[in-house]
């Protein structure tokens, strides 16, 4: 008997032993940006980009969320959204460390555990932005964030809206821009077609001289 108690706090040891603070990333690549942009339930977006020292900083802006229900939890999750919405099937936090949502310290929390580190939402309307050293924008990095999801839950813990984390560009700051358009100004159509745009009437008054 004795050796089964002594056994058991081997193991209880060993199961503390196995979390650990996670480190201190600065090994984003330059210019690296990310985006979560929400659309449904409620409007904004989250934005990773790398910083002068290579750490993250993250941009939150949301809108539109319910008056009742929070605080408002979000973290970083470790699957995308699946293309029917369901923000269950993102499932746990990133947590690459074993960290705990009961830590004091930010390095001891989960990584994607980003309200429990900086701050939970508490208003319909919520705007921050802070340098988190403990995520990353490096795609072979345990920490990295890209191609994962944002989940934001109501105070019960569940879940509210979710997006994708996906590489930031114009069009995906956007929704107006798109490859093919027309504008008409004065007597010449400018159509753009991607980042080529083509003077119509110029080449019709051109096509007209041939004849």
């Known amino acids: ?4 108690n002594r056994a058991f ?3 209880a040891i060993a199961s503390f032993a196995v979390a650990d603070d ?3 990333k600065t090994n984003s690549p330059e210019s690296a940006k990310y985006i979560a942009k929400f659309s449904d339930n409620i409007e904004g977006s989250v934005v990773f980009s790398t910083t002068s020292n290579s750490t993250v900083k993250v941009d939150v802006d949301f809108d539109g969320l319910p008056s009742d229900g929070g605080p408002f939890a979000y973290h970083v999750h470790v699957v995308q959204v699946p293309s029917d ?6 499932l746990g936090h990133l947590n ?3 960290g705990s949502v009961n830590a004091t310290s930010p390095a001891a929390k989960e990584v994607g555990d980003l309200s429990g580190k900086h701050g939970v939402i508490d208003d319909q309307s919520y705007q921050t932005s802070y340098i988190d050293e403990y995520i990353s924008l490096e795609e072979t990095d345990p920490a990295f964030v890209g191609n994962r999801s944002i989940v934001v839950h109501f105070a019960n813990n569940t879940r509210l809206a979710c997006a994708n984390i996906t590489e930031y560009s114009v069009s995906s700051n956007s929704s ?3 490859s093919n358009s027309t504008v008409t100004s004065g007597n010449a159509a ?3 077609y991607g980042n080529a745009p083509v003077l119509l009437g110029a080449v019709a008054a051109a096509v007209g001289l041939l004849i």
Do not use: E, K
């Not at 008997?1 to 089964?4: E, P, Q, T």
């Not at 919405?85 to 993102?90: E, L, R």
């Open 22 to 24: 996670a480190p201190v």
């Open 9 to 11: 706090q081997v193991l």
């Open 176 to 178: 107006s821009n798109s």
């Open 85 to 90: 919405g369901n923000c269950t099937a993102t």
């Open 96 to 98: 690459p460390y074993d």
């Open 1 to 4: 008997m004795v050796y089964i």
């Open 190 to 192: 400018v159509a753009n």
